[in-house]
């Protein structure tokens, strides 16, 4: 496919999410019957959607969007594991598991998950169910690991990457809600990830500073600033697990706010305590951020 | 069908004759009797007509989908009438399991108004989602994307699917379509003559096809030509659900036009 069908498809794609559309409804008048003369339509026997959540395929409403998904785990918490998936299989990428129903074929996104409560889920549009059988296989799928494909177009403004970013950006407010948001950052997900060494380097004259530094600091203090970097609002640390963390301000938590990697948001909502960037990254905390850019923002009501 | 008047006439005199029924309401309500009875489409023609009306306002509210779809099809070959049949059928089948939600939502509802914009937004969600994967379906398969579905993680791709299913699929309905061009272009007349004897032996009247071969030979030839139907699918990339939906929707208007012979031998003339 060349990149203007693509683009095409992109649009298509945007004008799809979009809740409410301005366009008038067309006259009767208007409306051309185009349907051969023999045309007779029989269909399966309906067999109905059962009233179990777990396997539901829905269309959610937000303030802007409809977000398509896939209920798939309730939590110990009663609330319900839901994955985005989406009928534009041409944009599947490494991150993605495509699956079909008797309906239709769908890409689910592995990274790009949220928590709904039952009544989201009984409130929102039915698209589709899969069996039970069928939710074990995809489960099973989703614990495998999902390899970085080290080829991938990193272009963000590409339009697979574009479909990409819209489709975790929809999402932003379901997972920012969480009290452990599950957050993506695509100039490590797309980008890094598939080329650390062209993403960030790291030069041997910084490893030089760290060691020469090493040599003049104590060594408590020199772990301070080598696992973490502090900004006016925020410190970013990594962990023992090497994730990329991010704690606000003490006086920030429970505060709305954006934080934005560049110029895209990969945050918004209250804040919790912390905030995990990335997992496993070999990244120092100042090269993450000179790298990503960070930027956190209170926003007021 | 009722085949009184044609279809477009028929059509075009209920909107522009009609008092009643072409108000959004009962459009709305239209569809509604469609979900809890389907066969009403085929069997009362002024509900298709409201029904199809209503799915031309769902489409209209997304034009660039709808215009994508139009040109993609334009431009691979896809018949606008089998695009239309494949829509409607697709709607009705994705609508329908939802019918206990939907009652339970129509008495949920105070009036009748309600619960028409409720179906009228429903409708317009999923008739998106029909065109966004007739629209993924068409450019899947122009790019062979079997090279992607091998790549990336993917299960349950080739399960089998019940026909009622598949005859909706914009492809698949194009592909077989295309199946029946190919054998009727391609194909010796005898050869059909075999493919009909198999279809219609099954019928209850018989066949009035090969009566001169013998039971043997009809068992060989029945073999052979399902062979040469599966080259023939194997040749042109169809699947075999392209085969089984060519079978049921396109072989019998192959075989009506096609004389019954009562042997295979090659006769003067065929």
């Not at chain 1, 609002?233 to 920030?252: E, F, R, S, V, W």
């Not at chain 2, 029946?180 to 209850?204: G, P, T």
């Not at chain 2, 023939?232 to 019954?260: H, S």
């Given at each position: 496919?060349?990149?203007?069908?693509?683009?095409?498809?992109?649009?298509?794609?945007?004008?799809?999410?979009?809740?409410?559309?301005?366009?008038?409804?067309?006259?009767?008048?208007?409306?051309?019957?185009?349907?051969?003369?023999?045309?007779e339509?029989?269909?399966?026997?309906?067999?109905?959607?059962?009233?179990?959540?777990?396997?539901?395929?829905?269309v959610?409403?937000?303030?802007?969007?409809?977000?398509?998904?896939?209920?798939?785990?309730?939590?110990?918490?009663?609330?319900?594991?839901?994955?985005?998936?989406?009928?534009?299989?041409?944009f599947?990428?490494?991150?993605?598991?495509?699956?079909?129903?008797?309906?239709?074929?769908?890409l689910?996104?592995?990274?790009?998950?949220?928590?709904?409560?039952?009544?989201?889920?009984?409130?929102?549009?039915?698209?589709?169910?899969?069996?039970?059988?069928n939710?074990?296989?995809l489960?099973?799928?989703?614990?495998?690991?999902?390899?970085?494909?080290?080829?991938?177009?990193?272009?963000?403004?590409?339009?697979?990457?574009?479909?990409?970013?819209?489709?975790?950006?929809?999402?932003?407010?379901?997972?920012?809600?969480?009290?452990?948001?599950?957050?993506?950052?695509?100039?490590?997900?797309?980008?890094?990830?598939?080329?650390?060494?062209n993403?960030?380097?790291?030069?041997?004259?910084?490893?030089?500073?760290?060691?020469?530094?090493?040599?003049?600091?104590?060594?408590?203090?020199?772990?301070?600033?080598?696992?973490?970097?502090?900004?006016?609002?925020?410190?970013?640390?990594?962990?023992?697990?090497?994730?990329l963390?991010?704690?606000?301000?003490?006086?920030?938590?429970?505060?709305?706010?954006?934080?934005?990697?560049?110029?895209?948001?990969?945050?918004?909502?209250?804040?919790?305590?912390?905030?995990?960037?990335?997992?496993?990254?070999?990244?120092?905390?100042?090269?993450?951020?000179?790298?990503?850019?960070?930027?956190?923002?209170v926003?007021?009501? | 069908?009722?085949?009184?008047?044609?279809?477009?006439?028929?059509?075009?005199?209920?909107?522009?004759?009609s008092?009643?029924?072409?108000?959004?309401?009962?459009?709305?309500?239209?569809?509604?009797?469609?979900?809890?009875e389907?066969n009403?489409?085929?069997?009362?023609?002024?509900v298709?007509?409201?029904v199809?009306?209503?799915?031309?306002?769902?489409?209209?509210?997304?034009?660039?989908?709808?215009?994508?779809?139009?040109?993609?099809a334009?431009?691979?070959?896809?018949?606008?009438?089998?695009?239309?049949?494949?829509?409607?059928?697709?709607?009705?089948?994705?609508?329908?399991?939802?019918?206990?939600?939907?009652?339970?939502?129509?008495?949920?509802?105070?009036?009748e108004?309600?619960?028409?914009?409720?179906?009228?937004?429903?409708?317009?969600?999923?008739?998106m989602?029909?065109?966004?994967?007739?629209i993924n379906?068409?450019?899947?398969?122009?790019?062979?994307?079997?090279?992607?579905?091998?790549?990336?993680?993917?299960?349950?791709?080739?399960?089998?699917?019940?026909?009622?299913?598949?005859?909706?699929?914009?492809?698949?309905?194009?592909?077989?379509?295309?199946?029946?061009?190919?054998?009727?272009?391609?194909?010796?007349i005898?050869e059909?003559?075999?493919?009909?004897?198999?279809?219609?032996?099954?019928?209850?009247?018989?066949?009035?096809?090969?009566?001169?071969?013998?039971?043997?030979?009809?068992?060989?030839?029945?073999?052979?030509?399902r062979?040469?139907?599966?080259?023939?699918?194997?040749?042109?990339?169809?699947?075999?659900?392209?085969?089984?939906?060519?079978?049921?929707?396109?072989?019998?208007?192959?075989?009506?036009?096609?004389?019954?012979?009562?042997?295979?031998?090659?006769?003067?003339?065929?």
């Amino acid at each position: 496919m060349n990149e203007k069908d693509k683009e095409l498809l992109y649009q298509t794609y945007l004008e799809g999410i979009t809740k409410e559309t301005q366009v008038p409804i067309i006259e009767l008048e208007d409306i051309d019957f185009v349907l051969p003369e023999d045309v007779e339509f029989t269909f399966p026997e309906f067999q109905p959607h059962t009233e179990q959540l777990l396997g539901k395929m829905i269309v959610l409403e937000t303030d802007e969007y409809l977000i398509d998904c896939i209920v798939v785990n309730k939590t110990i918490d009663n609330e319900y594991l839901a994955y985005k998936t989406s009928p534009f299989t041409v944009f599947a990428s490494e991150f993605d598991i495509v699956f079909k129903t008797d309906m239709g074929k769908y890409l689910l996104e592995t990274g790009n998950y949220f928590y709904l409560t039952e009544e989201e889920i009984k409130e929102a549009i039915e698209l589709d169910y899969l069996q039970p059988s069928n939710l074990e296989s995809l489960k099973q799928e989703l614990r495998k690991e999902h390899l970085v494909d080290e080829n991938r177009n990193t272009d963000l403004e590409s339009p697979e990457n574009k479909f990409l970013l819209m489709e975790y950006n929809i999402t932003l407010g379901l997972r920012c809600r969480h009290s452990d948001p599950k957050i993506w950052v695509p100039q490590i997900e797309i980008q890094y990830r598939s080329n650390p060494a062209n993403n960030v380097k790291m030069a041997a004259a910084d490893m030089e500073i760290a060691k020469f530094a090493f040599r003049l600091v104590s060594t408590d203090l020199f772990k301070v600033h080598k696992y973490a970097y502090f900004a006016d609002y925020y410190t970013l640390y990594k962990d023992d697990c090497h994730n990329l963390i991010l704690a606000p301000d003490d006086n920030l938590i429970d505060q709305k706010a954006e934080i934005r990697c560049g110029d895209i948001v990969v945050f918004k909502g209250k804040l919790p305590k912390q905030i995990v960037l990335a997992n496993f990254i070999p990244l120092l905390p100042k090269q993450a951020q000179d790298f990503l850019d960070i930027t956190l923002k209170v926003i007021k009501d | 069908m009722n085949k009184d008047t044609s279809l477009i006439q028929g059509y075009k005199n209920w909107y522009n004759n009609s008092e009643d029924g072409k108000d959004i309401l009962s459009l709305e309500m239209a569809l509604w009797s469609v979900l809890c009875e389907p066969n009403l489409l085929s069997s009362n023609k002024i509900v298709f007509y409201q029904v199809y009306a209503l799915i031309q306002m769902f489409l209209h509210k997304r034009p660039s989908q709808h215009s994508m779809l139009k040109n993609l099809a334009y431009k691979e070959g896809y018949n606008t009438e089998d695009t239309h049949i494949c829509l409607i059928g697709r709607l009705i089948m994705k609508l329908t399991p939802n019918l206990k939600k939907l009652e339970e939502k129509k008495n949920q509802l105070k009036s009748e108004e309600d619960f028409g914009k409720y179906l009228f937004k429903t409708g317009e969600i999923v008739t998106m989602h029909c065109v966004e994967e007739f629209i993924n379906d068409i450019v899947s398969n122009k790019i062979e994307s079997i090279m992607i579905e091998q790549y990336y993680g993917n299960y349950n791709i080739s399960k089998y699917q019940d026909l009622s299913y598949i005859q909706y699929e914009i492809v698949t309905r194009h592909q077989a379509i295309l199946l029946a061009e190919i054998i009727k272009e391609e194909w010796k007349i005898r050869e059909i003559n075999v493919l009909c004897h198999d279809l219609e032996n099954n019928c209850e009247s018989g066949s009035n096809r090969l009566k001169n071969e013998s039971r043997d030979n009809i068992y060989k030839l029945h073999e052979r030509i399902r062979t040469k139907l599966k080259l023939t699918l194997e040749n042109n990339n169809f699947d075999e659900n392209v085969g089984r939906l060519f079978i049921k929707e396109f072989l019998k208007k192959i075989c009506q036009n096609c004389p019954p012979l009562p042997t295979y031998k090659e006769e003067k003339g065929y």
